[in-house]
């Protein structure tokens, strides 16, 4: 599918959510589904969807943000990147488009990140 | 995981977005991953993550909504459940919930669906 290349090398660095910070990160697609990122344009608001690939997947409660004044909470009402399936789901925007890959607004994922997913943004319903 | 328990079963009558008539459903989560769903309350808004497991993973360009007038364009740029990796976005609202099962409002996913992750949509910073 494709993967991200980012600055972002060390979970510790990484932000929470893409709006806390997070640097710009080309989005590379492999060749063979470059086709579907065909009409992908500076300008377009996607939900990018990873797979945090250094997440723990046995973990099924967090404090949340890691504070342990906050009680345990199950991993599905927190958004902690340690969960069973630990697929992250970031809203970006494009910013450059270059043949099959693009550069886009803060994205909290590391580098090297594989991608699973990209869709538009739902708007109104005759732009879906 | 877990899957979804729903009334459509079929990809002909489902809707292509849960606000465009959906039924409400349930999600079955497996007991031993119940604990991450333990918090999970009437009134929670959640984006649901799900394996559109009936789509065709081969598909890299569609028309948008099936409309031959509309000319062929890269699955990234829309919502199509044909797609390389077809996970399913659904932002829902809990209606009830009993033991390792939820119900859900307008829900677009076919009758045994598997699960992937479930999130909170992100509201303001401090509920993160």
């Given at each position: 599918?494709?993967?991200?290349?980012?600055?972002?090398?060390?979970?510790?660095?990484?932000?929470?959510?893409?709006?806390?910070?997070?640097?710009?990160?080309?989005?590379?697609?492999?060749?063979?589904?470059?086709?579907?990122?065909?009409?992908?344009?500076?300008?377009?608001?996607?939900?990018?969807?990873?797979?945090?690939?250094?997440?723990?997947?046995?973990?099924?409660?967090?404090?949340?943000?890691?504070?342990?004044?906050?009680?345990?909470t199950g991993v599905f009402s927190?958004?902690?990147?340690?969960?069973?399936?630990?697929?992250?789901?970031?809203?970006?925007?494009?910013?450059?488009?270059?043949?099959?890959?693009?550069?886009?607004?803060?994205?909290?994922?590391?580098?090297?990140?594989?991608?699973?997913?990209?869709?538009?943004?739902?708007?109104?319903?005759?732009?879906?």
């Open positions: 599918m494709g993967r991200v290349v980012s600055p972002l090398e060390d979970l510790d660095e990484a932000p929470r959510q893409g709006d806390e910070g997070a640097p710009e990160a080309w989005i590379e697609f492999d060749p063979e589904i470059a086709p579907a990122a065909a009409q992908l344009e500076r300008g377009d608001h996607l939900v990018l969807l990873t797979w945090l690939d250094r997440a723990d997947r046995d973990v099924l409660q967090v404090h949340p943000r890691d504070d342990p004044n906050r009680p345990l927190t958004r902690s990147p340690d969960r069973p399936n630990p697929v992250g789901l970031h809203d970006v925007e494009v910013l450059e488009v270059d043949d099959a890959r693009i550069r886009v607004s803060g994205l909290e994922a590391l580098d090297g990140t594989p991608i699973l997913d990209v869709k538009p943004q739902l708007g109104r319903a005759e732009t879906r």
